[in-house]
Each structure stands twice: as C-alpha cells, then as structure tokens.
C-alpha cells in the first residue's frame, strides 16, 4: 500500500508537479488549493507527508503547520514548505512552527524526491 502525501499550494501547475514528484517518490498524492483546505482534508484522512507552500489566500503555510503539529496524528509526520521564500527569518518562522524542512521554488524534481525519500523513511 502506497503512503498518502498532502500537497497545499494556490497554483495548480506547483500541486500538479509536486504531486508527480510525490508519484515518483511512491506516494498517492493528494491536492489542496490552499491552506484551510489543505487541513480540512488533513483532518478528513491521515497523511505519511505534507508539502505546503507560504503565501496562499486564506490561511498560509506557517499557519498550517502550526495548527497541524496541534493535531495528534501529525505531531511527528513531516512537513515540508515548498515556497519562494528564502530568507533566514522565514526559514527560522518555519522550524519555529514545525516544519520538517524548506525547499525553494522552483524545485529540482530528482533532489526533491531524494529529499523526501530521506525524511520519510
């Protein structure tokens, strides 16, 4: 059986190619437009993995993990913030709510999946 990934992100070309990668990397994916739907189907079914982008309408991605990492089931799974934000105080923002781990779009696709293959196994 496949493990679940979550993919959150308000551009559906970003949920389409992260969702492949996810593929790739052996997970069934799942997509959400943004941050309030990313927890409405985080809270529907549990995932192995969660990738989320920043800035999104509605709730954004440190919100998210925040609110997450309050919920039992994903106190430990990882979570990855996949976003055009590379500053330091953002990346420490993001360890400060729980995220596993940054990546910087735009993605190499075989680097990502190395990257989650290492973090989820």
């Known amino acids: 059986m496949a493990k679940k990934a979550l993919t959150v992100d ?3 070309s970003m949920r389409k190619m992260v969702a ?5 990397a052996g997970f ?12 409405n189907e985080a809270k529907k079914q549990t995932f192995d993995l969660i990738v989320t982008d920043q800035n ?14 309050g919920l ?4 430990r799974t990882p979570i990855l913030m996949l976003t055009t934000e590379a500053g330091d105080t953002m990346k420490a923002q993001g ?4 995220a596993t781990g940054w990546v910087v779009k735009p993605f190499d696709p075989q680097r990502f999946i190395d990257l989650i293959k290492k973090i989820t196994t």
Not at 20 to 24: C, I
Not at 33 to 39: C, E, K, M, S
Not at 58 to 67: A, P, S
Not at 72 to 75: C, G, I, W
Request: without cysteine.
């Open 10 to 12: 308000d551009t559906t």
């Open 95 to 98: 360890r400060a709510a729980g």
């Open 56 to 69: 999104m309408p509605g709730m954004d991605g440190l919100t998210l993990i925040k609110t997450l990492r």
């Open 28 to 39: 069934d994916a799942v997509e959400a437009p943004d941050g309030q739907a990313g927890l």
């Open 20 to 24: 492949f990668a996810l593929k790739q």
């Open 72 to 75: 039992p089931q994903y106190q």
